[in-house]
């Protein structure tokens, strides 16, 4: 009765998803049922395409029933606590504290997150292998959407529960291939090596099929799922990988349809996913004021010590770390999503603060700067990318990489920019820290003191109900 009691409960999570999905994204569900006869016809395939589009967008509502997209809270201040850069204002988080264990609320956020993912596409997989009556064309393209949709939920399944650097480790992630039922609800980890594998295949497999631009900038398209590719590739960190990435990254910016913003500012503050440098975004629902709520009214999740010193001379700082007259007084925000007022007037809504931006053209040069290095390649290129970045986020003052002459100098000061680029927007500060050697990175974040923080633990409670389910050491 477990069994089926759980099942039923991931059944009917995956319908909710597809039977909540925002007009926003053309979704109009005729029935509930997902492991059936759901796609019909190329109508019906959209559909269900888009009820895994409204999974990646974590989508939901807020509490009072307005329907919200919330991939601020899994994929912007969760792992941004995780690398230190926001603190959780009311006390008592422990994300960027690193105390938490597998029973610390909210651990379980990425792999309720991830698996929603997965399951998802799995079904909308499922049923349109035998469908015939649609284009090849279509099918095919429709099918490279899951795989990717697939392999982003797994990346961050692998990236947060497994011991992604190392390879050869057996404390990989529940790779799923299929749609959850009762007879393949409890599996074991695979290795690290079989996850990789499950996921490079599935990216392999969709990026000769999906076009150069989408529909949306919120579906993916080719350059969006090599640069995942790339993301993937430089967290597993083999010298072949360094080559693949700087390979794709090259052939991203060189051949891609995007180009740098003039000024990075412009994309959170004006431009939103009109901006040619953002390669996926994450679009808002009409009544959406989560993110605002959540980062401006609340200031539930602020800029900390550690955030304002690594900003300490940056010209970003005016527009990302500000103090804020909000319902309950004057308090230091993170204001990157934010143009509205600040103190002493008081703030107002923006709808611009509600976009999300999942990939964008700067991290393409950031990874191939980072792959150069880790080469032992030309430092005089990685500057150069390094550069351009920063030049895009009105900084002018490079003293500090014209004197870098080795590549753990260049190195660090990449991944220092990484975490300002990307902090509270998609992880990227998270993973870039850990790639630091263990050294550099307590001289950043000291809270870490043993490897095994730098992975999440599995949930408590998927502990409890899957006896096949081993626990991350440390743990």
């Known amino acids: 009765m477990k069994q089926n009691k759980n099942y039923i409960i991931i059944l009917a999570l995956f319908s909710m998803a597809i039977a909540a999905c925002s007009k926003q994204l053309n979704v109009y569900p005729s029935s509930s049922e997902v492991d059936g006869n759901v796609i019909t016809d190329v109508k019906s395939a959209q559909t269900t395409l888009n009820g895994v589009y409204y999974r990646f967008a974590d989508g939901g509502a807020d509490y009072n029933g307005v329907p919200i997209s919330s991939w601020y809270y899994v994929n912007e201040n969760f792992p941004s606590q995780l690398s230190g850069m926001l603190s959780y204002t009311f006390g008592g988080g422990g994300l960027d504290e690193h105390l938490y264990d597998a029973k610390t609320y909210g651990i379980d956020a990425i792999w309720t997150y991830g698996y929603g993912i997965v399951n998802a596409a799995n079904g909308f997989l499922k ?22 949709l697939r392999a982003f939920g797994n990346t961050e399944l692998l990236l947060y529960y497994g011991e992604y650097a190392d390879p050869a480790s057996a404390y990989g992630i529940i790779v799923r291939n299929e749609f959850v039922e009762p007879k393949n609800l409890y599996l074991p ?14 990216l392999n497999n969709a990026i ?5 631009t989408n529909s949306s900038i919120a579906y993916v398209n080719a350059w969006t799922a090599k640069l995942l590719k790339a993301r993937v590739l430089i967290n597993r960190g083999t010298s072949a ?21 003039g000024n990075v500012k412009d994309i959170f503050l004006t431009k939103n996913v009109a901006s040619k440098e953002v390669m996926m975004g994450i679009l808002p629902y009409p009544q959406q004021q989560a993110k605002w709520q959540n980062f401006i009214y609340y200031d539930s999740y602020s800029p900390n010590e550690f955030m304002t010193d690594l900003f300490a001379g940056d010209p970003r700082t005016a527009w990302q770390i500000q103090t804020v007259k909000n319902a309950y007084g004057n308090y230091v925000a993170h204001t990157k999503y934010y143009p509205g007022p600040v103190a002493p007037t008081p703030i107002a809504f923006t709808a611009v603060s509600e976009y999300s931006y999942a990939f964008r053209l700067s991290e393409a040069y950031l990874l191939k700067a980072e792959a150069l290095i880790a080469k ?13 970045v920063l030049s895009h986020a009105g900084v002018t003052n490079f003293t500090d990489i014209d004197a870098a002459d080795s590549g753990p100098q260049m190195q660090l000061l990449t991944i ?11 992880g990227q500060d998270w993973f870039a820290v850990r790639r630091l050697p263990f050294s550099t990175l307590q001289t950043l974040l000291p809270s870490i003191k043993d490897k095994a923080l730098l992975i999440l633990p599995i949930p408590d409670a998927e502990i409890v109900a899957n006896k096949s389910m081993k626990q991350n050491p440390g743990y």
């Open 208 to 212: 000769p099929d999906l076009p150069s």
């Open 416 to 426: 220092k920019e990484e975490m300002k680029s990307f902090v509270n927007e998609a």
């Open 241 to 261: 990988d360094m080559d693949a990435v700087i390979s794709l990254t090259n052939d991203i910016i060189t051949n891609g349809p995007f180009v740098l913003e």
């Open 189 to 202: 980890r695979v290795s690290v090596a079989e996850s990789y594998d499950s996921i490079l295949a599935d």
């Open 127 to 148: 049923n349109i292998a035998p469908l015939s009556n649609i284009s090849s064309t279509s099918k095919k393209q429709m099918i490279a959407e899951g795989k990717f």
């Open 376 to 388: 032992g390649g030309s430092l005089d290129e990685a500057k150069t990318l390094l550069k351009t």
